[in-house]
């Protein structure tokens, strides 16, 4: 007589009762990992952005401003998470985007709104920077920004400082 070889039904059902149970231990902290993980990637992004304004302003010796917005404009909300924001230049310091000009595109970058999940409220106005890099002839003060997940327990958000030298540091 041949033995057999294979799996009995008991045994596959076994197994597939394992791997459900593991399953449904990883995919709530796998969730909450993406989630973290597009907080993360929405703060770099923004940073990044703040310091390509700060040395395309010195690069270029003119103004530069990053506002909340889409590419019609600054729309100087302070819900910069719903808006999305842009990065352009201003050199006759008006406050608003310059016209744009040949081989030379303004806004020079545009940001899409982040996912409703994230929040990434600031300022209304515009952060400015002049040619020097620094927010301002006689900037007020620091500039404050928080950005955090809008889920039932996200953690504590982040806040992202522009001080008025224009650097820019998180917390």
């Known amino acids: 007589m041949k033995k057999r070889q294979g ?3 008991i045994e596959l059902m076994t197994v597939v009762a394992i791997v459900g149970v593991f399953a449904a231990i990883g995919v709530p902290s796998m969730t909450e990992m993406v989630r973290n993980n597009r907080v993360s990637s929405a703060r770099i992004s923004f940073i990044s952005d703040l310091n390509l304004a700060h040395s395309e302003a010195v690069k270029r010796n003119t103004r530069v401003l990053i506002c909340s917005g889409t590419a ?11 808006t999305g924001w842009i990065i352009c230049y201003d050199a006759n310091k008006d ?6 000009v040949a081989n030379n595109p303004n806004p020079f970058l545009v940001r899409a709104p982040l996912q409703n999940s994230i929040t990434l409220t600031g300022p209304a106005a515009a952060v400015i920077y002049n040619a020097i890099g620094s927010q301002g002839v006689t900037p007020a003060a620091t500039l404050s920004f928080t950005l955090q997940g809008s889920w039932a327990g996200a953690p504590a958000g982040k806040t ?3 001080s008025p030298t224009g650097f820019t540091t998180t917390q």
């Open 160 to 162: 992202i400082s522009v």
């Open 7 to 9: 799996f009995t039904l």
């Open 72 to 82: 019609v404009g600054c729309s100087n909300a302070a819900d910069w998470a719903a």
């Open 95 to 100: 406050g608003v985007c310059d016209v744009a």
